[in-house]
């Protein structure tokens, strides 16, 4: 028999990591189910991307924010369950949740905080033969670091805010920044595509797909590329390869019978901000959940996890207490907070 947990989060990204610090600070028994084989969400995409929107934290690498945010969700200590996709969501004879998984588990939990995202995001790769080959070599879906690149002549293939935001981060370091989109029209903030078009050091190439990627087994050395609307083949040398098509997102949602659903850019549960969904017993926080007055910035994403774990403690305990006491106050910091200090002074 499973064990059972007053609170098992769905999504090891900022919301769920932060529900996780905050069910802890609450007392809480908590798991955390994350289908990706690490935590910290879809920070991860983006770690040498700066963040400016989290109040009180100077700007911050994603690399580095995204290994504090874990840090601090494994503060008090929950189970965590990685590289497990979550199959179907049921009650059983005792009115417990029963989450089946993938690998034939099942995880049995009072309440559950549903904070996945936009749902399993995974990368559209490169439809060309022999791509994948050279995925852990200079074709890239993310740039984990800048280093790689400087003084290279870099290919980027998308039109769209990624692209355009990976090629300006590259300005000043890459030799040479291209990037095409097969479209006629870039679709990218408009002045970040201008100002991009106005740098000596890159250039934009519309209408243009990669036809065919040219290489030995460890790199790709050139790209042969089409001109769709004047069907002209050219082949150029290139150092990396940067694929920005997208993203897909599998259907993840459709995991209780019971939960309303509703399309906007994405699925979202509908709920309150409360983090309370249309089912009894589970919450929602972050991107997966909408609501009037929704903030969708990682500053809201605290606010909600904090919402739906206060939300899950008076759902198992209707006369537990709205909310934590203060760190100032509580006592579960206390031990904590001397060892840091301790560790500031050296003793």
């Known amino acids: 028999m499973s064990d059972l947990y007053d609170v098992t989060i769905i999504g090891g990204g900022p919301a769920g990591l932060y529900s996780a610090f905050y069910s802890g600070l609450r007392n809480m028994k908590t798991k955390i189910i994350e289908y990706q084989p690490e935590l910290g969400g879809k920070v991860l995409l983006y770690p040498e991307k700066l963040i400016w929107d989290v109040g009180g934290q100077p700007p911050i690498l994603g690399e580095k924010f995204a290994k504090q945010i874990v840090e601090q969700g494994l503060t008090f200590d929950p189970c965590v369950c990685t590289n497990t996709k979550v199959d179907f969501i049921e009650k059983n004879q005792e009115d417990n949740f029963v989450i089946s998984t993938h690998d034939g588990e099942q995880h049995i939990s009072n309440s559950i905080i549903m904070a996945n995202g936009g749902g399993i995001i995974n990368p559209t790769r490169l439809d060309i033969e022999g791509s994948s080959k050279y995925e852990n070599q200079n074709l890239h879906y993310t740039i984990p670091s800048l280093k790689p690149f400087y003084q290279q002549k870099v290919l980027i293939s998308g039109g769209g805010d990624t692209a355009i935001d990976w090629a300006h981060e590259l300005l000043g370091i890459a030799k040479e920044v291209i990037v095409i989109y097969r479209k006629d029209n870039f679709t990218a903030h408009e002045a970040n595509v201008t100002k991009l078009m106005n740098h000596p ?147």
Do not use: W
């Not at 040219?214 to 002209?232: A, T």
């Not at 083949?233 to 390869?241: A, E, L, Q, T």
């Not at 997102?249 to 509908?270: A, H, P, V």
């Not at 759902?315 to 203060?326: G, L, R």
């Open 201 to 347: 050091d890159s250039t934009l190439l519309n209408n243009t797909t990669i036809q065919k990627l040219i290489g030995d087994r460890q790199s790709i050395k050139q790209v042969q590329l089409l001109n769709e609307q004047s069907n002209e083949m050219n082949v150029i040398d290139v150092d990396h390869v940067v694929v920005a098509h997208g993203y897909n997102q599998e259907d993840s949602f459709n995991l209780s019978t019971d939960l309303e659903l509703e399309r906007k850019d994405g699925y979202f549960y509908k709920g309150n901000s409360f983090g309370c969904t249309s089912q009894e017993g589970i919450f929602a926080a972050g991107d997966i959940i909408a609501y009037e007055g929704k903030v969708h910035l990682l500053v809201g994403a605290f606010q909600d996890a904090v919402n739906a774990v206060n939300s899950a403690k008076s759902y198992i305990d209707p006369n537990a207490t709205h909310s934590a006491i203060v760190s100032s106050h509580n006592e579960r910091f206390k031990e904590k907070n001397q060892e840091i200090i301790k560790d500031m002074l050296n003793i």
